[in-house]
């Protein structure tokens, strides 16, 4: 079967696109889809997903991890599949689109490549000692920290991810320093198991968990620096829930192709 790849990064957090409104590719194949998602025998992702119709949205998009298996709401992933849809001529330049968490809006600048992607609002926020523990689509665990740059991320995100307290359903860690005028992120991906260039719910667990530390409240922006690039989160507070969050940044087509599978 001939199918053709779109490969996007957003702040450097790269996925594999697939045009599936035809319904042509049964992605129900977890070792395909890691293979896919292979750096070397692949075309190499941080997950893949699929574009369908769906009644009463634009689309529904279909997310995987690079594990080849289902996941819970990828950030970056809803930002560029927002940019796939308006390259396929499915939205111009806002869209209501399902994903595993329910329906997003989102706009999309003219030139296609910048995504404003709003995500549920988030009522729950708990503590595991220092850390917060939140789910903005997917869970978080967020851990305000120093010389974050010099941190073995992958060591320190694996220990914590496979703990006694998470090691069965698993959790994104993210470690977080204030610079005072952005937020410096790293982020261990669930699923990838590696450290990612960007994790979009990541950094808006971030940000959210940043406005109690510093007791924020009202109408919040928190710019935000990945080891991918920029991207920038804003939302309301009122003390109890967190709502009007958008995740907004870059949304890149990288390449296309057709592969034989
Ligand atoms: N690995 C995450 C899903 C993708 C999250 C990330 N790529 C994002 O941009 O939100 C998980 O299993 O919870």
New binding site residues.
Partial sequence: MNVSFFKYQGAG?DFIMVDNRDLAFNHHQPALLARLCDRRFGVGG??IMFLEYTEGFDFKMVYY?ADGQP???????GRCIVAFAKYLNVINSETNFLAVDGAHYAKISDSGDWVSLQMIDVETVNKDGEAYVLNT???HYVKFDLAVADKNVFEEGRAIRYNETYNAE?I?INFVEDKEDHLFVRTY????EDE?Y?????VTAVALAHAIEKNQIGKIETPIKVLGGELNIKFEYDGKIFTNIFLEGPAKLVFEGDIDI
């Fill in positions: 957090n941080d997950g991890n996941s819970s709401m990828c950030g970056n992933g689509g997917s869970p698993g994104n991906e669930r699923g990838v990612t960007a994790c979009g719910t990541g």
